[in-house]
């Protein structure tokens, strides 16, 4: 359980005093907005949100192709409109063309609306899924998955990047399942589209998950296609001084 926000604070806020709640006139009293910033300030503490992509925000995404403008005015779209929203989303691209970006920046906004949620890379889940089953450690399986299952909303990033063996799939649907049938929304990311685009991703998105799991993900999803030339690879040049800001 997450503790009250105002025994975050040293100092008491100057609206309300410490007390969470704040007077207007002629009208009574409110929730202060000091509740609601520590709140958000907690709930992104335990969002598992990557260092790295703390700092993305809509604001700061760049965009460089119309797709990608597409994509985060239909990201914006889902926040305002969430919680009345069916479904979740799903981004497909390939590698460096801002997926996570604007998965995280669409986490962070509800996380500022007080919704709790959570960020896994699939692969790392995977990962601790498979360590739990070493008698050695303290953590189970049912631990693991708790928060995926309980989570509000669920970012799971590099959907399809884990080699697509019989666990791995069966481990997918159990997970993907299971927020289906509670009605969870989740956010998708998949450097893998339902078409192969080259050497490079010459799988599509049913290869690695399966056709039953590509399935319920377009029951739980609505696809947003990024297309765009590898953003690292444009910092990398920019950086070297070959790319005018």
Request: net charge positive; proline share 6%.
């Given at each position: 359980?997450?503790?009250?926000?105002?025994?975050?604070?040293?100092?008491?806020?100057?609206?309300?005093?410490?007390?969470?709640?704040?007077?207007?006139?002629?009208?009574?009293?409110?929730?202060?907005?000091?509740?609601?910033?520590?709140?958000?300030?907690?709930?992104?503490?335990?969002?598992?949100?990557?260092s790295r992509f703390l700092h993305c925000t809509f604001d700061n995404f760049e965009v460089l192709q119309p797709?990608?403008?597409?994509?985060?005015?239909?990201?914006?779209?889902?926040?305002?409109?969430?919680?009345?929203?069916?479904?979740?989303?799903?981004?497909?691209?390939?590698?460096?063309?801002?997926?996570?970006?604007?998965a995280v920046a669409a986490l962070k906004e509800l996380i500022n609306k007080g919704i709790p949620g959570l960020f896994y890379d699939f692969r790392d889940l995977l990962k601790e899924i498979q360590d739990s089953y070493n008698p050695n450690t303290r953590n189970s399986e049912l631990k693991i998955l708790a928060p995926v299952f309980e989570a509000e909303v669920l970012v799971l990033d590099e959907m399809g990047a884990s080699k697509p063996t019989e666990w791995v799939q069966e481990t997918m649907t159990h997970i993907i399942n299971k927020r289906y049938n509670d009605k969870k929304v989740t956010i998708f990311t998949s450097n893998y589209l339902d078409q192969a685009i080259g050497s490079a991703y010459d799988e599509t998105l049913t290869d690695r998950v399966g056709v039953r799991l590509?399935?319920?993900?377009?029951?739980?999803?609505?696809?947003?296609?990024?297309?765009?030339?590898?953003?690292?690879?444009?910092?990398k040049k920019r950086r070297g001084g070959r790319f005018s800001a």
């Open positions: 359980m997450l503790p009250e926000a105002a025994n975050l604070n040293q100092v008491p806020c100057a609206s309300c005093g410490g007390t969470g709640w704040e007077f207007v006139e002629g009208k009574g009293v409110r929730p202060c907005k000091c509740k609601k910033t520590g709140r958000a300030d907690i709930l992104l503490q335990h969002s598992r949100i990557p797709s990608l403008a597409r994509a985060q005015m239909a990201t914006r779209k889902f926040v305002e409109e969430y919680p009345v929203v069916d479904v979740g989303l799903l981004f497909l691209g390939r590698c460096g063309v801002g997926k996570t970006h604007l590509r399935s319920r993900l377009n029951e739980m999803c609505r696809p947003i296609l990024m297309e765009g030339d590898d953003y690292r690879e444009l910092i």
